[in-house]
């Protein structure tokens, strides 16, 4: 299963655009990118999922580049309600949907 | 659509005593996960249902943790007797079936203080 690596925590400020990436060098050909959110008191909730170039979806846009090593989450004009731990997730085996998560990056927005 | 549901939300218990906890998937979702989250951490994978067997339980501390899911549906997570590492969030996840690219919908969690 293909290891993740993301920041520990971002700041940002109310309006603005967040961009987090997530680098999974070893990520296998039948790999998707999943990432998903959390709020305190709360479990995780699924955010996006990409296998190639870019996916957008109501809440964010997902961006994976060719050699997908890589990918980056991106939150438009966040606000105060976006502050939360975000988890990018790699390397789901043909055989089962084992997710390993990591410990985030925790996302703080202030006013 | 009713999400995963978990209870009790909150439980306090001291070392050595028992505690279990209940989960009920999505409906119609196949498998069943249940993670233990830690503060500070990410969530970590117990063990994995696909109905009612077992897919994965290689993390279960198995001297101490049991889960059943008996019928295919609703799912019980017991921990006896249990330790102050213990403390965690308890997280029950299900989706619908196994395969790649496919989405995980979690529960808000069961708490529980070990003291």
């Known amino acids: 299963l293909a290891k993740t690596t993301q920041p520990i925590s971002m700041d940002s400020y109310e309006g603005q655009e967040v961009n987090i990436t997530c680098s999974h060098n070893?990520?296998?050909?039948?790999?998707?990118i999943t990432w998903y959110q959390q709020f305190p008191s709360q479990g995780p909730r699924f955010i996006i999922q990409g296998y190639k170039t870019k996916v957008t979806n109501e809440v964010a846009s997902l961006f994976i580049p060719a050699d997908r090593k890589s990918s980056t989450l991106s939150l438009p004009r966040v606000s105060l309600s976006d502050t939360a731990v975000y988890y990018c997730?790699?390397?789901?085996?043909?055989?089962?949907?084992?997710?390993?998560f990591g410990t985030g990056t925790r996302l703080q927005v202030f006013p | 659509e009713a999400g995963v549901a978990q209870s009790p939300r909150y439980k306090i218990i001291e070392k050595r005593q028992s505690v279990a906890f209940w989960c009920n998937p999505i409906s119609g979702h196949a498998t069943l996960y249940w993670y233990q989250q830690i503060l500070g951490q990410g969530p970590k994978l117990l063990i994995q249902f696909q109905n009612n067997g077992v897919v994965d339980d290689s993390q279960l501390p198995k001297d101490r943790f049991s889960a059943e899911r008996l019928k295919g549906v609703d799912s019980t997570l017991k921990i006896q007797p249990a330790k102050l590492e213990d403390s965690a969030v308890y997280l029950c996840?299900?989706?619908?079936?196994?395969?790649?690219?496919?989405?995980?919908?979690f529960g808000e969690g069961s708490w529980l203080t070990v003291v």
């Open positions: 997730l790699v390397g789901v085996p043909r055989d089962t949907d084992k997710l390993i």
């Open positions: 996840a299900s989706s619908q079936k196994q395969g790649s690219g496919n989405t995980i919908y």
């Open positions: 070893n990520i296998a050909t039948n790999d998707y």
